[in-house]
């Protein structure tokens, strides 16, 4: 008896990797709960420390890393250059509590494929990981539109 090709099981796609960066503890664990929520999604490092974060980015390999960039001792932004060296295919998604137009520029050119302001629900982290796994950027439309508006006010010339 021979099988039809819709009667084997479908292949499944591996699971989306995930490194976790933020210096503390309680909000680690509430991201691993939260992505552990999705089968297509799995955590292979938590980092707490910017050393600990370049050693797991490097032994891990992630597809994703998920940096909290609000740090006590410096800007979690710092370590983008870092983790882009040690794990160059991943895709680094920057989490912040600041709207801050100057902080997402600074985070586009230093790599970040994804900003979530920490104010959204879970679904919207959830969301951009999916979106930036598949090669897209995850930026909120307001703070898009901002930027587009700055981009175009620049080149706009200049009446007296």
Known sequence: MSLARSDLPAARAPATRVLLVDEHRLVLEG???????TPDLFVVGEARTPDDAIAAA?????????LDIDRDDRSGLDLL???????PLAKVIVLTGSPDAEVRRDALKRGARGLVLKRHASTVLLQAISRVRDGELWFERRLVAQAFDE??????????
């Not at 981009?151 to 007296?160: E, F, R, T, Y």
């Open 31 to 37: 991201l691993r709960l939260l992505i552990g929520t």
């Open 58 to 66: 490097r032994r891990e390999q992630p597809d994703i890393v998920v």
């Open 81 to 87: 250059p870092g983790l882009r060296i040690s794990a």
């Open 151 to 160: 981009l175009v006010g620049a080149g706009q010339p200049h009446h007296s």
